[in-house]
């Protein structure tokens, strides 16, 4: 045990003696000369000990002080619980998603690498097959069924790389992107708030459920899915549920209901081109005798909401109470929906509504087989139906409701 240099220097508790921890009582004996002398219990002071002298508490006090400060550097730069690691601490999309997902397949490799915020040179679509070209026969998705397992990602990788956050961190703004990708199980992005777009271009789909969600943009032109559920969905920019302005060489098919009431698409909402086809069984039994193919009631869309260029709906298209920016274009679109409601707007708002001949293909006359309801809808500028062919048979429901229409 070490000497001190004399007893004015003694922390208190030393003076006087001190209980050690053993229980043992540690006498003091003083020297004017040397300073305190620690004597064992028992023993006769028969010659000066040996001591070492120990640093002035000043020192002590120093080193301590040093101590504490390397302590509170180790706590400050360490990782804080629940905070968001960057991008370089987690690692790139595939080795993350690897340790989540066991067996990533060819084209969900590609369709992280391209997602990965790393990459410089993403292409427009990461891609599921053989060709980065849409129109190639090889990205049909009616023929989805012979594509191999390589080409298949998994519903769930997708919704883990819009809500899980160290994923999300490392997505490029410009979203996630797949061609020609058979996509496995139900994407369910309910309630997600997804910060990136996604598009799922020439793909095969299983039910997608958008319910309450609120995400950026959804492009599904020339897919085939299952059913589309978007309940109050927002989207801050365009839906395409048809084509996107580019061929891509084939048609968005559906072969359950659309149901999107009350959505609000800060862009456009587009069926335009696509195939849609009310369900054998509705989910909404109460509506099963209406045959609803598509229901995009109650909606607030910005911009154009069009159903036309090839549009072709076999069961009724429901638009009552919506609200649109700019126009209702039914250009070249087919309403089937025999002894039923073909296209329902009752209460609709819109700037212009046109139902005409396509431009490209002045064939393609809009038709209707059943009825069209404009009953209280407000038309700002113009309300043209031209050309276009009522069928049905006689003493069935079909023709043209516009009670209380107002235009102008």
């Given at each position: ?10 922390p ?7 209980q ?9 004996e ?10 064992i219990p ?6 000066r000990p040996?001591?070492v002298?120990?640093?002035?508490i ?5 080193f ?5 400060s390397?302590v ?36 969900e ?16 679509f ?37 809500v899980?956050?160290?994923a ?6 410009k ?11 139900n ?12 598009a ?39 839906m ?48 099963a ?5 598509i ?6 869309v ?19 109470n919506t609200?649109i ?5 039914a ?30 293909h002045?064939s393609?006359?809009p ?11 407000q038309?700002?500028?113009n309300?043209?139906?031209v ?22």
């Amino acid at each position: 045990m070490a000497a001190y240099a004399g007893q004015d220097e003694l922390p208190d508790r030393f003076v006087g003696g001190e209980q050690g921890p053993a229980g043992i009582r540690v006498g003091l004996e003083k020297s004017s000369a040397q300073g305190p002398r620690f004597l064992i219990p028992g023993e006769r002071l028969r010659r000066r000990p040996t001591f070492v002298a120990a640093p002035p508490i000043k020192s002590i006090a120093h080193f301590r002080s040093l101590a504490l400060s390397l302590v509170f550097i180790g706590i400050f730069a360490s990782p804080v619980p629940g905070e968001m690691p960057s991008p370089a601490d987690t690692g790139t999309l595939i080795t993350m998603a690897a340790r989540r997902f066991q067996n990533l397949t060819v084209a969900e490799g590609r369709l992280l690498e391209f997602a990965d915020v790393s990459n410089q040179h993403h292409g427009e679509f990461s891609v599921g097959g053989t060709s980065a070209e849409p129109k190639d026969a090889s990205n049909d998705p009616a023929q989805s069924a012979s594509w191999p397992i390589q080409r298949n990602i998994r519903a769930e990788l997708i919704r883990w790389l819009l809500v899980d956050h160290a994923a999300t961190s490392r997505v490029d703004p410009k979203g996630i992107g797949a061609l020609g990708a058979r996509i496995v199980g139900n994407l369910d992005l309910s309630h997600v708030h997804a910060e990136r777009t996604i598009a799922l271009v020439r793909c095969r789909l299983d039910a997608v459920n958008l319910d309450l969600a609120e995400i950026q943009s959804l492009d599904l032109s020339g897919s085939y899915a299952t059913s589309v559920h978007a309940d109050h969905v927002v989207s801050h920019s365009s839906m395409f549920l048809g084509w996107d302005g580019t061929d891509r060489g084939g048609d968005f098919h559906c072969a359950g209901k659309v149901y999107m009431p009350g959505a609000r698409v800060d862009g456009e909402l587009c069926f335009g081109g696509g195939r849609f086809q009310h369900p054998n069984v509705d989910p909404e039994y109460w509506r099963a005798a209406e045959k609803v193919a598509i229901d995009a009631s109650n909606s607030d869309v910005k911009d154009d909401l069009t159903v036309c260029c090839d549009f072709e709906a076999h069961g009724a298209v429901m638009l009552d109470n919506t609200t649109i920016g700019k126009n209702l274009t039914a250009i070249g679109g087919r309403f089937i929906n025999p002894n039923n409601v073909a296209l329902s707007a009752a209460g609709l708002s819109a700037a212009n509504v046109t139902f005409a001949p396509g431009f490209e293909h002045p064939s393609e006359y809009p038709e209707v087989d059943g009825v069209l309801d404009f009953t209280t809808a407000q038309v700002n500028e113009n309300f043209a139906v031209v050309r276009a062919k009522f069928h049905g048979k006689s003493l069935e429901r079909h023709g043209f409701i516009g009670v209380g229409l107002d235009v102008g």
